[in-house]
């Protein structure tokens, strides 16, 4: 009988599968209800310093089963998000708390802050592809990657994740600074940046212009960036970006993910999504002959063309 | 793969009381009453209005409550629009004499509801609360559809005097109603949900909470872990009584915390 539990920096989950930052994670309650549907792990929506409201509407655009998304960060602050990372807590599985800040110095204190908060581990946003003077605009280069890592490691008893952009000309350079700046673990990928224009209304839909594509559209980029990150580096990789099924899980687990994250899935199908993927998983496992996940990490690797 | 977004011309724009309007459409649109759709106003905004003529044109009734609508109000006859939607879980006309309860611009998303009611040879009564007698709205269509209607105002000027509640409670008492319907400030759907909980009688409410996504992945419409755009608008009683936040707390634009 596959047993789907994994360990990934010393946080037990009971399955491999993680809600994705940004997807209904605001509310304590939501996280917590998600997490009883099946997650093993529930990273929260990003949070800043400051609340912050997020771009104006339209800030989301529906193509067939993908998502473009210009949310723009929206959160109610740190100071008041323990409150709602305490009621998540509730539910019994770990919280990855996402921050985001301007820089080195912000990002720390913020993972300091959320650590003060209650979370079991942090989630570096590095990697928001719409939002101006966060995200991505600080994790796009090696140099700032590895220095933001560092200055948020120092100081955290707590393991911490960099989640990367895949919106640059190489992930693997910014998976290998993230490792030499101390994270435990590489969060990949992020959405992919895009725009979409009415031709009837002659303009970008979104209020913001730029967003950020999900959804299975860019499940094989992600795999694929999983596949190249895994030959680049030792820490654990969890993989994320278009997942709606366990196979699809076992692609970016057999690519080299210990556990994988599903954001834009819950969109069409529901919380139910984390427990249907795990029976896929384990399912699989029991016909193919494996045991614990573990066993299938990075496997693809080892087949010779 | 093309968005979901219908560009759509304005057929008609109708004053129906001194502040609400109705824009019509030029788009069928299949939807239960009191389900939703997200209005995109080209280079102003997007906002979810319920729909308030369903059928061959589509109909949406609002007021000027901010730059979205303000820029909606000035659409003229062939000017686009963007709609996505349907979205979310609108009422079950069911009932043998249901009691229909509207407040503020309630009665955009019931009209629809009290129309499909009739079809279906339910005994309807309607209470329209208004601040004045200029603003009642929807009286004559649900007169039409053949709907008991009674009014109240704020200022007397027309029916009886006071709040929607005032009347809707009393009837209640009666136990005329088998199920009760609606739609209006969340004060008086608080009313009238403990109202109904007290003497066992079956209410579907239209609950509002800021939205964002539209499609139930955002989290910011979220009530007790549930969320309007998705789970809702409209909940059972059942539903609303379990809800800690109804009629007490919502989240604002950055997700914090603020009560009602």
């Not at chain 1, 990273?43 to 473009?68: F, M, Y």
């Not at chain 2, 509801?113 to 009642?136: D, H, M, P, Y």
């Amino acid at each position: 009988m596959a047993d789907l539990s994994v360990d990934i920096c010393g946080l037990s989950l009971k399955n491999p599968t993680m809600l994705a930052s940004g997807v209904l994670d605001e509310t304590g309650k939501t996280m917590a209800s998600i997490a009883r549907a099946g997650a093993g792990a529930v990273v929260t929506k990003s949070i800043g310093r400051e609340p912050r409201q997020g771009h104006g509407s339209p800030c989301i655009v529906e193509l067939g089963d993908s998502l473009v998304n210009a949310m723009g960060l929206p959160n109610p602050g740190i100071d008041v998000f323990g409150r709602e990372l305490e009621e998540a807590k509730k539910a019994g599985v770990p919280i990855i708390g996402s921050v985001f800040g301007g820089g080195e110095a912000e990002i720390a204190e913020m993972a300091r802050l959320m650590a003060d908060a209650g979370a079991d581990a942090i989630e570096l946003n590095l990697s928001c592809p719409h939002a101006k003077g966060f995200g991505a605009e600080v994790g796009s280069t090696p140099e700032r990657v590895e220095s933001i890592c560092r200055a948020a490691r120092s100081g955290l008893d707590i393991p911490m994740f960099a989640k990367l952009t895949p919106n640059t000309s190489s992930i693997v350079d910014l998976a290998k600074a993230a490792e030499r700046g101390g994270a435990d673990a590489i969060v990949a990928i992020n959405t992919l940046k895009g725009m979409v224009i009415s031709p009837e209304a002659r303009m970008p839909v979104l209020a913001n212009r730029f967003g950020g594509l999900s959804g299975p559209s860019i499940r094989p980029i992600g795999v694929r960036c999983v596949y190249e990150i895994r030959g680049a580096v030792k820490i654990p990789i969890i993989g994320v970006g278009g997942i709606e099924s366990g196979n699809d899980a076992l692609e970016y687990i057999m690519a080299g993910a210990s556990s994988v994250q599903i954001g834009t899935a819950v969109w069409k199908h529901g919380p139910e999504v984390f427990s249907k993927v795990c029976e896929d998983i384990s399912e699989f496992m029991n016909r193919n002959g494996f045991d614990r996940i573990f066993e299938m990490v990075g496997v693809a690797h080892e087949v010779k063309h | 793969m093309k968005s979901s977004i219908r560009m759509l011309k304005v057929s008609e724009h109708i004053d129906e009381t001194p502040n609400v309007r109705t824009i019509v459409l030029d788009g069928s649109i299949e939807a239960e009453p009191g389900q939703f759709v997200m209005v995109w106003v080209p280079g102003a905004d997007e906002f979810p209005m319920s729909i308030s003529y369903i059928g061959d044109q589509m109909g949406i009734t609002y007021q000027i409550v901010g730059d979205g609508t303000k820029a909606l109000s000035i659409k003229h006859v062939g000017d686009l629009v963007g709609i996505r939607g349907p979205y979310g879980k609108g009422y079950t006309p069911i009932g043998r004499k249901p009691l229909v309860v509207a407040g503020g611009t309630g009665m955009a998303a019931l009209s629809p509801l009290i129309e499909r009611l009739k079809l279906n040879q339910s005994e309807v009564r309607v209470v329209i609360g208004a601040r004045t007698a200029r603003e009642i709205l929807f009286r004559d269509r649900a007169m039409k559809a053949g709907a008991e209607v009674v009014i109240t105002t704020d200022d007397g000027s027309e029916g009886e005097k006071g709040f929607a509640t005032d009347i809707a409670v009393p009837i209640l008492q009666t136990r005329e109603h088998d199920i009760v319907y609606c739609c209006g400030p969340e004060r008086m759907m608080t009313k009238l949900a403990d109202k109904c909980s007290e003497l066992s009688i079956p209410m579907q409410a239209s609950v509002e909470r800021l939205m964002k996504c539209g499609i139930g992945i955002c989290d910011s419409c979220a009530i007790d872990g549930l969320h309007v755009c998705r789970d809702g608008p409209v909940f059972s009683i059942d539903v609303l009584k379990g809800f800690s936040e109804f009629g007490r707390t919502k989240l604002d634009a950055t997700g914090r915390r603020i009560d009602i």
